[in-house]
């Protein structure tokens, strides 16, 4: 589009929390950006914390990492998977963040004397940061994006909102009429005694909006059915809102149908109408997200990963982990089942107190055709963790640690194959003897949420013949997101090599280590950083790719492509399982996987 006055989308919710109104959000961003229009996205957040960094990921989901270091809300995440963005810290507004700034200002003077009053100055901050930050160009083009999507956090009605639900209202007036488009997502619940889908509670809370000074011009309606015509005319008449313009997100087999259920009822027309854009852009296309939605329903053939972590029973907490399991496992075209592991349960201590425990989380695990253990932080379940991490080396099942779970494996290895039985992290055992892990921070050792290595850094293979440097597409460097405090030891490092141990990359003073494998394992990767914060639905993260392929037997023909790099079509014999790459169909599949895979010449490593 020829670059004009940036168009605003404001997403709202309203009745309940959790109605999934990041994904409506990002899939609204993604049904523009498939019209042709620059998309970019902000998360309101209305709480006081500055950022998501010192929150607890049991209580509010995963914190997600940004290239730029910046620790934001999860929906973050699910803006750049669907529209393959690269947002920055500043693209997650908080009323920490905003009141930080107004009271630096007041502090500098800036306000010559005046009365500093939420509202303007606290609404006038929040207007002006939305303007900001929307013009930063995230899709790696230059100029402005065309259209910002504004997600609210909450509920309307919410007290915490009020600074913002106003600075919006101004926002709407100030920005004009064409320039603002305001979408509610709400909720019609289906009474069970008689069936009946219920528009009253999106009476109300449109009805709170009004009052709050926004006027909806499209309602998402969640409901567990398509809505009734005679339900939406209703709500049409009550809540004033053109029918055509009211759109139902009723349950879908998978959250890639999202955009196409919004797609297949029009809302990018209603919007691209109420923005004024109608004819401007391009007919939204959206066959890849088509494709893989109906490909994800498909699959059968199972691929069982257990998740060894502290469980607590929100799968939130390691969302994008999840999302990048998914990823690979439909690039891989198999089912994905994740096992929870709680890993305490592993530990011999569960056994004395709750055998029954003990033995399921066991089955679970020895069950697994994967085993995955995610970052973390605390003690609890370290020695679980611990204990995984060995049965997968010497039973030869896939294993990827992140983070936490690469520090632990070297803890392991160390312990088992060294012999330094009180080998330890300094995290959880400061006095250890043998501390193969340490504290190495880039920053501030005092300071809370200042003291980790965070962000983007950079990653260089040390040799070309071992399976990450392959699966990475034979790259010297690749660029991954990294999230802690602690990091191997180097002064162990030539022991635990002379093991069999292998460092395959390391930053750039190689000091600090970065992947480890075990040669003769089928697949024992840890990594430092955090390779599920850059997984795509179509363009799968490597390291998930290689620990999905190698459960199910296909991870020798992704080597052995990305050695030839010819990507031509290697022919595969044995197993019981049909591979996708014994028919015709799925000898495309294979290849469309291997070139999603490598398809990341930008020069800035791998972003899978
Ligand atoms: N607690 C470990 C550290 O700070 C691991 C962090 C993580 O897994 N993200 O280094």
């Known amino acids: 589009m020829k670059q004009g006055k940036m168009k605003y989308v404001l997403v709202s919710g309203g009745v309940v929390s959790g109605l999934g109104k990041g994904v409506t959000a990002s899939s609204i961003g993604l049904i523009l950006k498939a019209c042709g229009l620059r998309v970019t996205c902000i998360k309101i957040d209305p709480y006081l914390n500055t950022d998501a960094g010192t929150m607890s990921p049991f209580e509010h989901g995963e914190v997600f990492v940004l290239d730029d270091g910046g620790e934001v809300d999860l929906d973050l995440g699910n803006y750049e998977r669907f529209l393959d963005i690269k947002l920055t810290r500043d693209n997650n507004i908080t009323t920490g963040k905003i009141y930080q700034s107004v009271l630096d200002k007041e502090r500098r003077g800036d306000y010559l004397g005046k009365t500093v009053q939420v509202v303007p100055h606290v609404t006038d901050a929040i207007q002006e940061w939305i303007e900001r930050v929307a013009a930063i160009p995230v899709d790696g083009k230059d100029g402005s994006p065309d259209v910002c999507v504004i997600e609210l956090g909450g509920t309307i009605g919410d007290f915490e909102s009020m600074p913002f639900t106003e600075a919006l209202s101004q926002f709407s007036v100030r920005v004009g009429a064409s320039n603002f488009c305001l979408i509610h997502v709400s909720l019609v619940p289906v009474l069970n005694v008689v069936g009946e889908q219920k528009t009253k509670p999106t009476q109300h809370s449109v009805r709170a909006l009004r009052n709050l000074g926004l006027t909806p011009h499209i309602l998402a309606c969640r409901s567990t059915t398509e809505l009734d015509d005679n339900v939406i005319d209703k709500l049409s008449q009550f809540c004033n809102v053109a029918v055509e313009n009211i759109i139902t997100l009723y349950d879908v087999s998978n959250i890639w149908r999202v955009p196409l259920l919004l797609k297949e009822q029009r809302a990018h027309e209603a919007i691209l109408k109420v923005l004024n854009l109608s004819g401007v852009t391009n007919k939204s296309s959206l066959e890849g997200w088509t494709s893989r939605a109906n490909l994800c329903d498909r699959l059968h053939i199972p691929v069982r990963v257990a998740m060894v972590g502290k469980y607590t029973g929100l799968s939130d907490s390691y969302l994008s982990v999840l999302k990048a399991l998914l990823h690979a496992s439909v690039a891989c075209h198999r089912k994905l089942t994740v096992d929870w592991v709680p890993a305490s349960d592993l530990e011999d201590e569960t056994k004395k107190e709750s055998p029954k425990d003990y033995k399921a989380a066991w089955n679970l695990l020895k069950g697994a055709d994967a085993v995955l253990v995610p970052g973390g932080f605390g003690d609890r379940g370290v020695?679980?963790?611990?204990?995984?991490?060995?049965?997968?080396?010497?039973?030869?099942?896939?294993?990827?640690?992140?983070?936490?779970?690469?520090?632990?494996?070297?803890?392991?290895?160390?312990?088992?194959?060294?012999?330094?039985?009180?080998?330890?992290s300094t995290e959880f055992d400061p006095e250890t003897p043998n501390p193969c892990v340490i504290f190495m921070p880039e920053g501030s050792k005092t300071h809370m949420g200042g003291t980790m290595r965070l962000g983007s850094r950079r990653t260089y293979f040390q040799v070309k013949d071992c399976k990450s440097a392959k699966l990475y597409g034979n790259r010297s460097f690749i660029d991954e997101r990294h999230r802690h405090r602690y990091e191997v030891n180097p002064d162990m490092v030539p022991q635990l090599e002379k093991a069999g141990l292998l460092f395959t990359g390391k930053d750039e003073t190689g000091q600090r280590m970065e992947i480890i494998e075990l040669p003769t394992h089928p697949y024992y990767v840890g990594v430092q950083f955090h390779p599920e914060f850059t997984s795509r639905p179509g363009r799968p993260s490597a390291l998930f790719v290689g620990l999905i392929a190698a459960a199910c037997g296909q991870l020798d023909i992704l080597l052995r492509k990305s050695e030839s790099k010819s990507f031509g079509f290697i022919s595969r014999s044995g197993g019981s399982a049909i591979t996708p790459y014994q028919n015709g169909h799925s000898l495309k599949h294979a290849n469309n996987l291997i070139d999603g895979i490598y398809s990341h010449g930008n020069g800035n490593g791998l972003h899978v």
């Open 383 to 424: 020695e679980g963790k611990i204990l995984a991490a060995n049965y997968a080396r010497e039973n030869k099942i896939p294993y990827l640690g992140i983070c936490l779970g690469m520090q632990i494996s070297v803890v392991e290895f160390a312990r088992s194959v060294l012999g330094l039985e009180d080998a330890n």
